[in-house]
């Protein structure tokens, strides 16, 4: 069973601050994997995605990869009250069409 | 319209009624897709249809019965719902083949059934 781990939180960071998410996957051969966040009644927003090793900057956010560890982490620097939500991990291994597994998320609380 | 559209936003329905959900994309995408979030859970893939082909269904009560009448509508019809079937229903679009098929999403239906 192809599973996609993450801690459920919620993780509590001062406002300025950097928050770490991380995420972990069990299948070896998986080839992309997403970032959602999702804010409390809404629907998943991708905010980055990453297929090689490495980092990988898109202003505030930066994913990290690292396919030998099974392991993908997002950091959220200067973190904003507005980040506040849960983030969800995604891994499509390449397989059936669109076969996104995902994380349960990690709830995100970023205080004043 | 812009993205992804889905109606209505909230529904409550009864255990023997009978309704749709409708999902269009607005990207010019040739996948859709239907999740099912429920509290607590991660997102379960429902149904996947690309070039408006069922391509997967993953072990969906036949409660459930998806229509994909073109790459841009899909329809995800109810009849004889569980309680437990109450949850948010999302859609998703996606261009095969195009940037590892990022999926963007829908606002979603919240589904409660009594």
């Known amino acids: 069973q192809k599973e996609v781990e993450q801690n459920s939180g919620p993780l509590s960071v001062p406002e300025g601050a950097i928050a770490s998410l991380n995420c972990t996957y069990s299948?070896?051969?998986?080839?992309?994997f997403f970032w959602y966040r999702q804010y409390s009644g809404k629907s998943p927003e991708l905010i980055m995605f990453?297929?090689?090793?490495g980092d990988k900057e898109d202003g505030r956010f930066t994913a990290q990869l690292n396919k030998a560890s099974q392991y993908v982490s997002l950091l959220i620097r200067d973190s904003q009250p507005s980040d506040s939500a849960t983030y969800l991990c995604a891994v499509n291994s390449g397989g059936s069409q669109g076969n996104l597994i995902f994380g349960k998320g990690t709830k995100l609380s970023v205080k004043p | 319209e812009t993205g992804v559209t889905q109606t209505p936003r909230h529904l409550v329905m009864g255990m023997t009624n009978k309704k749709s959900l409708k999902c269009e994309q607005h990207?010019?995408?040739?996948?859709m897709y239907w999740y099912k979030q429920s509290a607590k859970k991660p997102l379960e893939l429902m149904f996947v249809y690309s070039l408006e082909e069922r391509v997967e269904n993953n072990s969906v009560p036949s409660r459930f019965s998806p229509e994909c009448p073109n790459s841009s509508h899909l329809f995800l019809h109810l009849h004889t719902l569980q309680p437990e079937d109450s949850a948010l229903y999302l859609c998703?679009?996606?261009?095969?083949?195009?940037?590892?098929?990022?999926?963007?999403f829908g606002p979603g239906t919240r589904l409660t059934v009594l």
């Open positions: 299948d070896r051969g998986s080839q992309s």
């Open positions: 998703a679009s996606s261009q095969s083949g195009g940037q590892q098929d990022t999926q963007y």
């Open positions: 990453i297929y090689s090793n």
């Open positions: 990207l010019g995408h040739n996948a």
